[in-house]
């Protein structure tokens, strides 16, 4: 059974950055795409960004293209990061990560619907 645990939220101050992670156990998928989601109250799961491997070609939403950077690390390799810079108020919400095996290459996953596993969630809160 695969499990991902996300860390790193917290507060921050408009203009502030913070790291989310995303540890994954038992991802043993020969190609797979980790991606990451967010929830504000009272609005649905939308995409934030994706990294898929092999290859390790990376996907963000128009939101936050140019201030997040999602990457693997080269070492611990089943850990994924979410660089988040210059953070404005509508970026907080709950940060999901998520994790499935590559059936389409030329899937977009940029839906929850793809992803069959998920983590429990970090909390993002970007206010003065």
């Known amino acids: 059974q695969v499990q991902l645990v996300e860390s790193g939220g917290g507060l921050v101050q408009p203009g502030g950055s913070l790291r989310l992670a995303c540890e994954a156990s038992?991802?043993?998928?020969?190609?797979?795409?980790v991606g990451w989601f967010r929830q504000a109250p009272g609005r649905g799961r939308t995409f934030v960004a994706s990294?898929?491997?092999?290859?390790?070609?990376?996907?963000y939403a128009e939101s936050v293209e140019g201030r997040f950077t999602i990457s693997r690390d080269n070492i611990k390799r089943s850990t994924v990061y979410l660089e988040m810079n210059n953070l404005h108020p509508e970026d907080t919400a709950t940060y999901y990560c998520?994790?499935?095996?590559?059936?389409?290459?030329?899937?977009?996953?940029?839906?929850?619907?793809?992803?069959?596993?998920w983590g429990q969630g970090t909390q993002v809160t970007v206010s003065e």
């Open positions: 998520a994790a499935a095996p590559i059936r389409s290459i030329l899937g977009a996953y940029d839906r929850q619907g793809e992803y069959s596993h």
């Open positions: 038992r991802l043993t998928y020969l190609s797979y795409i």
């Open positions: 990294i898929r491997w092999p290859g390790g070609q990376t996907r």
